[in-house]
């Protein structure tokens, strides 16, 4: 009995071990099986690219059998291999370039990410909605890796994405059952969270740190390397003109370098700011714009990213997301008092629903960010 | 009247001794093909000397001149337009377009420039090559 009892403790153990083993190959850098889904998605004319990005964003109804004729079912494979993909996405950006560090992935990866909800739409339609509602997550997982790389472009991507797959979810969701809707909350809560603005916009220091280094060589090759990267010459324009003259008087070494540090001590500011609050982080950014302005130094002015709009677009998204979440947990069932129980990730103010002339429903936040623009999440088709 | 002395005499024997030994030398007979090819060698040597100077100079020069308005052309040639007709100033410009630099620059000027600079950007970069990736087991 005992010696049944140990072999069977054993052979517990070992169960494991026996079983068909899938996972002793290392999960691959989902940057490199985007890449290979970018290659495989087949050549679309103008206007098959145009509509698959207008069904993508809604603007059009998803029409499956367009999509199959496509072509591009190889490449979705893919595509929703590489964004579960548990390993780190790595897209490889050479930072010590500079400004002159390639970023080719980032309007790629908005591409695949269309694909990704033109799926979603297609299976939905078909009545596939697990099948939908997956491709959802991918969509969403695409935001994330398309967030990384710490730099404000990848930012600025990974919020548009997302707030297309938020507004995509909005219009399906009430069409959802409880258990379904409930389940994709479940799903998103378990999301690794976004990149954020912070983050990002530390990694911007890399210009900087670029600029100092060829602020060290001798000439005539310094000047050579900033011309070539900031001097438009041959452009005639008018905002290439105004660059070249701007750009002519920091670039003697010694006022280049004090305009370097000036950048450094705002970056710092900055990026501190980026790390608050709405309601703690807009003054302090406020009040860096004005010293920027007062400065007197010309660089600064161009060199610091326009942070005020980047900042506010991480609250937007986490608006939306808020509102999404009310839809969610409510489905049809939302009506104002409980929408008011949800608030903005701005100032903490009370969502409102709003019915809009042809009956649909949105969630509407209390003010407008930026200025005259509404931040609102549209329910139902 | 001739001039006699010792002067003359010594002359007059010298004289008169490379007369005899002239008498002796017997001459080959007159070899005319080689006289006229001689002639046509010095002839041919004469007129080289006297070519104008000039040929020496325009030539080169001209072919210098041919040569650099070529790579002129060549470098700083009409514009290459684009398929839209706007005029390409990428030559100018070496930072390249699907850079952190570009991209930048298009942000400051609002989201829908980036993402419409995005959505070109997508249809150009990567073309499909479908030979590469596609496999008879689908």
Redesign the interface.
């Known amino acids: 009995m005992k010696t049944a009892l140990i072999l069977a403790a054993f052979a517990f153990l070992l169960l494991p071990a026996l079983r068909a083993d899938d996972t002793h190959y290392s999960p691959v850098n989902p940057a490199l099986l985007y ?2 889904a ?7 004319s ?1 206007a098959q ?1 145009t509509e698959l ?1 207008e069904m993508a964003s809604g603007k059009q109804p998803t029409d499956p059998a367009k999509l199959k004729a496509l072509g591009v079912d ?1 490449a979705a494979r893919l595509l929703r291999r590489a964004a579960a993909s548990p390993a780190p996405c790595d897209w490889g950006l050479l930072k010590e ?8 992935h ?3 990866i ?2 695949l990410a269309n694909l990704a909800l033109v799926e979603a739409e297609a299976s939905f339609a078909q009545g596939r909605v697990a099948e939908g509602l997956d491709w959802f997550l991918t969509a969403h997982r695409i935001a994330r890796h398309s967030g990384a790389g710490e ?3 990848s930012f ?2 990974q919020s ?1 994405i997302e707030t297309t797959v938020l507004n995509a979810a909005a219009r399906s969701c009430l069409g959802w059952d409880e258990a379904t809707r409930r389940g994709y909350a479940r799903n998103l809560k378990a999301l690794p969270p976004l990149h954020s603005s912070q983050e990002s916009y530390r990694g911007e220091l890399v ?1 900087t740190e670029w600029m100092e280094r060829i602020n060290q060589l001798a000439e005539p090759r310094r000047t050579e390397k900033l011309d ?3 001097k ?4 005639a324009s008018k905002e290439a003109a105004a660059q070249n003259e701007s750009f002519a008087a920091p670039m003697a070494q010694e006022t280049l370098r004090k305009e370097l540090a000036a950048i450094r001590e705002l970056h710092t500011r900055t990026e501190a700011a980026f790390g608050k609050p709405w309601k703690e982080g807009k003054p302090e950014l406020k009040a860096i714009e004005k010293d920027i302005q007062q400065s007197g130094f010309t660089l600064v002015k161009i060199i610091i ?2 942070s005020a709009s980047c900042y506010d677009k991480a609250f937007v998204v986490a608006t939306l997301r808020t509102m999404l979440d009310a839809a969610l947990e409510h489905g049809a069932q939302l009506d104002e008092a409980r929408a008011a129980t949800y608030h903005d990730a701005f100032e903490g103010k009370p969502l409102r629903l709003q019915k809009s002339t042809d009956g649909a429903f949105s969630l509407i936040a209390a003010e407008k960010h930026p200025k005259g623009k509404d931040i609102k999440l549209k329910l139902g088709r | 009247m001739k001039n006699t002395g010792p002067q003359n005499d010594d002359t007059a024997a010298v004289r008169e001794a490379l007369q005899r030994d002239a008498g002796r030398v017997q001459l080959p007979p007159f070899n005319a093909a080689l006289h006229h090819a001689t002639m046509r060698r010095i002839r041919t040597l004469a007129s080289a000397d006297h070519a104008p100077l000039w040929w020496r100079v325009a030539l080169p020069a001209v072919a210098v001149i041919v040569i650099g308005m070529g790579i002129a052309v060549w470098h700083f040639g009409p514009t290459p337009r684009t398929t839209d007709g706007t005029v390409a ?1 990428a ?6 377009r ?4 570009t ?2 620059r298009t ?2 000027q609002g ?1 829908e420039a ?2 419409a ?7 150009t ?6 030979p ?2 596609s496999t008879p087991l ?1």
Request: aromatic residues 6%; proline residues 9%; charged residues 15%.
């Open positions: 890449w290979q970018a290659a495989m998605l087949p050549h679309l103008d690219a990005r190889s370039d500079g400004p002159e560090a390639l970023m080719p980032v309007s790629k908005r591409e730099n404000l472009i600025l991507v548009a210009l070539e990267v900031f438009m010459a041959g452009n990213p326009a | 100033a030559m100018a410009i070496t930072v390249p699907a850079s952190s630099w991209y930048q942000a400051a989201d980036l993402l600079m995005l959505d070109r950007d997508a249809r970069l990567l073309p499909p090559s479908a590469a990736f689908h």
